[in-house]
C-alpha cells in the first residue's frame, strides 16, 4: 500500500490532461505530508469534515472538537453526565413525581446502556454529550426555582378559564 501512496502522484501526472495536472499535485502530497490536526478539514472550507471527524473519533477514541461554537470537548462527558443525571433525580425527589424525572431516567439507561458515545447521542436525539452537559446543569439550576413556586400547588378556581365557542355563525 505504501509503494501505491509513493506512485500516487506520478499516477496521477500521467493519467491527467495537462490542464488538470497542477490541480492534482498540488492536492496529492497533502495526504503524505500534512499534520494531524489538517488532516480531518475540508480543503475549501477549512472546517472539520464531519464524515472525516466521525472516522478520528472511531479510531483514536477521543473527540477533537464538538463542531459547535464556544462548547469546548469534555474528556470525561460521559461520567460528567451521569453524575448530574443523577443528583437531578436525587433532588427531584423534593417535589412531586414529574415528566422531568421520566425523562431524565431515560437518558440515564441509555448512557448506561451504550458503550459508544455515538450511540448514545444518536439514541438521546439531544446532540452531544458536551451540549446534553450544559443541559442538565441548566435543569439543576431550576429545580430551586420549581420548590420556590410550587408549580403543582394551584388553586383550580384560579387555573379555571372560560372558554368562548365561536361559530361560524357569529362572525360577521
Known amino acids: 500500500m ?3 501512496a509513493r506512485r500516487l502522484p506520478s499516477l496521477l501526472r500521467n493519467k491527467a490532461p495537462r490542464h488538470n495536472r497542477s490541480h492534482l499535485l498540488s492536492v496529492a502530497p497533502l495526504a503524505k505530508f500534512t499534520p494531524r490536526r489538517f488532516v480531518s478539514r475540508d480543503l475549501d472550507m477549512g472546517r472539520p469534515n464531519r464524515n ?3 472516522i478520528f473519533n472511531e479510531v483514536t477514541g477521543e473527540k477533537e472538537s464538538t463542531g459547535i461554537a464556544g462548547l469546548k470537548v469534555v474528556p470525561n462527558a ?3 453526565l451521569v453524575e448530574l443525571y443523577e443528583q437531578i433525580l436525587r433532588d427531584l425527589q423534593l417535589i412531586p413525581e414529574t415528566a422531568v424525572e421520566w425523562f431524565i431516567k431515560q ?3 441509555i448512557i448506561h446502556s451504550e458503550a459508544n458515545d455515538q450511540v448514545a447521542e444518536d439514541k438521546i436525539g439531544g446532540g452531544q454529550l458536551e451540549a446534553l452537559i450544559e443541559d442538565a446543569k441548566e435543569e ?3 429545580i430551586p426555582f420549581l420548590l420556590e413556586h410550587k408549580p403543582w400547588d394551584v388553586d ?3 387555573t379555571d378559564i372560560p372558554h368562548i365557542v365561536l361559530r361560524p355563525e357569529d362572525r360577521n
Open 78 to 80: 460521559r461520567e460528567q
Open 140 to 142: 439543576l439550576e431550576n
Open 52 to 54: 472525516t471527524q466521525a
Open 2 to 4: 505504501l509503494a501505491n
Open 107 to 109: 437518558r440515564l439507561e
Open 156 to 158: 383550580p378556581e384560579v
